[in-house]
């Protein structure tokens, strides 16, 4: 319902303001429901913070209200359009749109947003059986909603009736232009794009105009980078988009020429003028058979007897293709992910693509998800089909932003709504409770725009089932299974991902000891199985590996080995978050001649701090620049709101792991000096770390950074540093808790299971020899109150019972679980940060910095969601067989990190740069 939806996004449901002729005018209908009332709803646009088009503007509601139908419209502050305008223009502002029979909106409807046994209109991106809105659909389905899409709605001839193609197009190539000046700047050209913005610096479509216009200018007074001409623009489709993007293109100066000139073009073109040739279906596709001769009707008729020609004859001579077809899977692509490797190892002249249609895996296969607005191109490399943000990067500029009349909003909507209102009344006044057949009161173009009624799907839209159908055959066709040990808190967001892989069906086994832990996981997802399972237990588990495609390791480290051996004897992928051990390692060559991946330290620290280290140490070797101090501090961390317990600490994962990481030693390189820690003497080496001015934080180094020197290919550098960050006091109470025996790793027959019970203050005397071992501590730190209240306040010599678990590590691991576990409501914090030493070829030296800053939220903490989230990226790749490194492996191959960071960007994940010149 649209109120509940109003509260969980938190906005007011209370909030309704009208005049007094709206009220009366709303007073007097019916309530709303599938049955015309007269009452038009007009919902605010929640897909993302660029969508600020409307369907109706504020002239075209004053219209409807005089024509004595009441609107009703949700505020939004966003809206390009301000909530005055519209209650100036006789609407009703109000969050609930459930008095309306008709509720019209632009892009898709959010499911708990649905009101059902309604009418609503939109873009529902449905007709293609679209896997991301299939959810969507089905709760229209469960709602009875009579569901219309504009895209379907067409006059007697077929041809489109409404719609922003026009504005998409305009919007499409005014941003490739600007994108083609980036991209040539970024290649080493000054060129005249650069005079231009993108669609959205422009208020106006005008605006825009006047500025390609003096580009043109420039163009023909300067012309455009010598290399790069003459540039030629080839032009796919012939509806509203391509003649959109032709209207901005012919601001230039142009000329036009026929597809069989372009050779010609490409030897003797000026470098004065733009060239642009438009594409028919003949251009780009050929009969199999050389004795059939093309025709369209032969071709729309049998599309499996044609093959594409558009890589051999077209585009090897143009600069960039402007893509407006529509396609579907019927039909030969227009350019294949093979295609374009061949291009570009042939040096094409292809520098960009406008893919303007936005159809992912679409008629340009490569083109694999929408940019954004803000971030509207990547380059896209064929030789290892890999994508990065990065206008020096290799291959070829790719844009394919998918709500681009979005940058121009105003004059968007107004030709929208201009387009809608003739059908506006029609359908608020229609019956649409009646059976489909008997709704007379709908002319055609509605009529047969109407996708799903009364909870099925309506004749013209039956095909929707079977498309699905083969959709789902196809993916179990490509359905891999995944084994994921352990049920954690990580598991979560791993599990979450994989579920929503488009690229194959992933099915999840979760194993765990704890069954009911594995179950409470998997009932949150359809493809999730839970199982119950012992890793130690030799024949479970290879009966458990042997029935998947990958296995994902989220057990206590120690475990690791022997899972790592059942994937050898099985042959079967692995990947794990975990640092790679000694024994790991020693698995290495075995792994090789399984032929089998064994991808570790893929989460967090370690994992995303390799990822984003290396793309800067790569980038700064590319510009020709030396890397002379890197240092690394990570850390999960409760909110400071949280952090109120004498260790300023929390656990959001495994408490012994976090124990056992504090008896590792450490080495490390600062300033040229090499430094040593013995195991179990780190807290004693904490130091002070300035990120925040408003946190006190503190530092322990973490294990041996110099191996990293080698690894990330660092090799004379004066600083090698890799640590973990708390709040300071932290090390000063754990070195006390360290120095008193607690964290001592054997077993111990006061705490054996079965032991008789003895309390914390009990045990503390046994370990401190003494009867009174509050007194010992007080006399031993006397001079430390901070220790002696921590010691205190963290139950270590209480009367609570100690854990009969084995060892004195795990009891303490056992009682800080109980005490400083996050409770209801409290939130955890994850840190990060690089600082690089530059030192450049002109003498500057530079210190750049890149930091990572999350917080967690009620449903799920942070350090879960930083280490699951790449840990089940990398398991996609590895189920895609995208890494083909064997062995025991660290996530640092270039081609590696650029795909993993890049599908990390898509999650919200990545660091913010800054960077200092001495």
Not at 810 to 833: I, P, Q, R, S, W
């Amino acid at each position: 319902m649209s109120l509940a939806y109003a509260a969980r996004v938190g906005l007011p449901t209370h909030v309704a303001r009208f005049s007094s002729a709206a009220k009366s005018a709303l007073d007097s209908r019916e309530s709303g429901g599938l049955k015309g009332n007269g009452v038009v709803g007009v919902r605010r646009e929640t897909k993302n913070r660029w969508e600020r088009r409307v369907p109706l503007a504020p002239q075209h509601v004053r219209t409807l209200t005089r024509k004595g139908l009441t609107v009703i419209v949700q505020p939004s502050r966003m809206r390009i359009f301000t909530d005055d305008e519209y209650e100036r223009a006789g609407a009703v502002m109000s969050e609930d749109l459930s008095p309306a029979s008709v509720i019209v909106g632009v892009k898709e409807i959010p499911i708990d947003a649905i009101i059902p046994e309604r009418t609503y209109m939109c873009f529902s991106h449905t007709i293609k059986a679209q896997e991301g809105n299939m959810p969507m659909l089905d709760a229209m389905l469960n709602h009875k909603i009579r569901l219309i899409d504009y895209e379907k709605m067409v006059d007697a001839q077929g041809r489109r009736v409404i719609g922003f193609g026009r504005f998409a197009g305009n919007a499409g190539m005014i941003d490739i232009l600007r994108g083609l000046g980036d991209r040539l700047l970024g290649l080493g050209y000054t060129n005249p794009f650069l005079g231009m913005g993108y669609t959205d610096y422009y208020h106006s479509l005008a605006a825009s105009k006047t500025a390609v216009q003096l580009v043109g200018n420039n163009i023909l007074i300067s012309g455009v980078p010598r290399d790069h001409s003459p540039m030629i623009f080839a032009f796919t489709g012939r509806g509203n988009v391509t003649k959109g993007a032709l209207e901005i293109f012919q601001e230039l100066p142009h000329e036009f020429v026929d597809p069989s000139e372009l050779q010609d073009v490409v030897q003797h073109g000026s470098r004065h003028v733009v060239y642009g040739t438009m594409l028919e279906r003949h251009h780009c596709v050929e009969p199999k058979d050389p004795a059939t001769k093309f025709s369209v009707a032969h071709y729309e008729a049998h599309p499996e007897e044609y093959r594409g020609i558009f890589h051999e004859t077209i585009a090897p001579h143009i600069t960039c293709l402007v893509n407006g077809m529509y396609w579907d899977a019927r039909f030969p692509r227009l350019l294949s992910v093979d295609q374009m490797r061949d291009l570009y190892k042939n040096n094409a002249r292809l520098l960009a693509i406008a893919d303007i249609s936005a159809d992912p895996y679409g008629s340009v296969e490569f083109t694999r998800f929408c940019t954004k607005i803000d971030r509207p191109f990547l380059v896209y490399n064929p030789l290892d089909a890999t994508e990065e943000y990065n206008w020096e990067g290799k291959g070829v500029l790719l844009g394919s932003v998918d709500n681009l009349p979005a940058e121009l909003p105003k004059e968007a909507s107004w030709h929208f709504g201009n387009l809608l209102m003739p059908y506006i009344k029609q359908l608020a006044l229609s019956d649409g409770s009646l059976p489909f057949e008997q709704q007379k009161d709908l002319n055609d173009t509605l009529k047969n725009a109407v996708i799903t009624d009364k909870g099925g799907l309506t004749p013209n839209f039956k095909y929707i089932d079977s498309l699905r159908s083969t959709r789902n055959l196809e993916r179990k066709k490509r359905e891999k299974k995944v084994l994921l040990l352990g049920a954690g808190m990580v598991a979560g967001p791993f599990v979450e991902y994989l579920s929503r892989c488009t690229d194959m069906s992933v099915k999840i086994t979760i194993g765990a000891a704890d069954f009911k832990l594995a179950k409470s996981l998997a009932d949150k997802y359809p493809h999730a199985t839970p199982a119950e399972l012992n890793v130690t237990s030799t024949d479970a588990l290879d009966r458990a590996v042997s029935e998947h495609d990958v296995v994902v390791s989220l057990v206590p480290a120690a475990l690791h080995p022997h899972v790592a051996r059942a994937c050898i004897r099985l042959g079967v992928d692995m990947v794990t978050t975990s640092y790679i051990s000694p024994e790991m390692q020693a698995l290495h060559n075995d792994a090789v001649n399984a032929g089998i991946t064994i991808l570790s330290e893929i989460g967090l620290d370690p994992g995303f701090d390799h990822l984003s280290a290396l793309k800067t140490i790569g980038d700064v070797a590319q510009a020709g620049g030396r890397i002379s101090a890197f240092s690394s501090w990570c850390g999960g961390l409760p909110a400071p709101e949280t952090s109120n317990n004498p260790l300023g600490h929390k656990f959001s994962w495994s408490v012994r792991g976090v124990l056992n990481a504090g008896m590792n030693g450490a080495r490390w390189r600062e300033n040229g000096e090499e430094h040593n820690v013995a195991p179990g003497q780190l807290f004693k080496h904490a130091r002070p770390i300035h990120l925040f001015n408003a946190l006190a934080l503190e530092g322990l180094p973490n294990r041996d950074s110099i191996a990293y020197e080698d690894i990330y290919g660092l090799w004379g550098v004066d600083t090698m540093l890799r640590g973990t960050l708390r709040y300071q006091g932290f090390s000063v109470i754990m070195s006390a808790v360290t120095e008193l025996g607690l964290l001592r790793d054997t077993p111990t027959e006061h705490i054996a299971p079965g032991a008789a019970p003895i309390t914390w203050r009990e045990f503390m005397g046994v370990l401190l020899n003494t009867s009174d071992p509050a007194g010992l501590v007080k006399e031993k730190y006397a001079t430390q109150p901070e220790i002696i209240e921590g010691l205190f306040g963290l139950n270590l010599l209480s009367d609570e019972p100690v854990a009969q678990v084995g060892t004195p590590i795990d009891a303490v691991g056992a009682l800080f679980g109980k005490h400083l576990a996050y409770k209801t409501g409290e939130h955890d914090m994850v840190l990060m940060t690089h600082r690089f030493g530059i030192e450049w070829l002109n003498g500057k030296k530079e210190i750049r910095t890149a930091t990572l800053y999350r917080t967690g939220n009620k449903n799920q903490t942070a350090m879960a969601l930083l280490v699951g989230t790449p840990a089940a990226l990398a398991t996609e790749l590895v189920l895609m067989k995208k890494i083909p490194e064997k062995g025991v492996i660290r996530p640092v191959a270039p081609a590696l990190c650029e795909e993993m960071l890049v599908r990390l960007e898509r999650e919200g994940i990545g660091m913010l740069e800054s960077s200092i010149t001495i």
